[in-house]
């Protein structure tokens, strides 16, 4: 069993930036993918980024392309994503997520998330 421990949202005024984090534990970290998803009041989960075991691939969605970057940091168990240029609709409830699927690419949009964090709510007011 996984367990994964998401930090770093917050209120942050449009055009700011802010790291999240998510700490895993339980199994051996740099044999899991990992992603992050995010949830807006009233809609689905959506998929934001993922990156592979060794941190060397990465995909995002669209909406994040240029804005966000995904990275890991295997010896801290611990993946990571900055936001920059953050705007009022990327307010959501950010999760983090495990794989134990290798994934690269499209792949790692498309394999199943084995193991979920609890969230952590990112605010960009309007």
């Known amino acids: 069993q996984v367990q994964l421990v998401e930090s770093g949202g917050g209120l942050v005024q449009a055009g700011g930036s802010l790291r999240l984090s998510c700490v895993a534990s339980?199994?051996?970290?740099?044999?899991?993918?990992m992603g992050w998803f995010r949830q807006a009041p009233g809609k689905e989960r959506d998929f934001v980024a993922a990156?592979?075991?060794?941190?060397?691939?990465?995909y995002y969605a669209d909406s994040g392309k240029g804005r966000f970057t995904i990275s890991r940091d295997n010896a801290k168990n611990t993946v990571y994503l900055r936001m920059n240029s953050l705007k009022p609709e990327d307010t959501a409830v950010y999760y983090c997520a495990a794989s134990e699927k290798y994934c690269t690419g499209y792949g790692c949009y498309v394999v199943p998330y084995d193991y979920w964090g609890q969230g952590t709510q990112v605010t960009v007011p309007s």
């Open positions: 339980g199994r051996t970290f740099s044999t899991l993918s």
């Open positions: 990156i592979s075991w060794s941190g060397g691939n990465t």
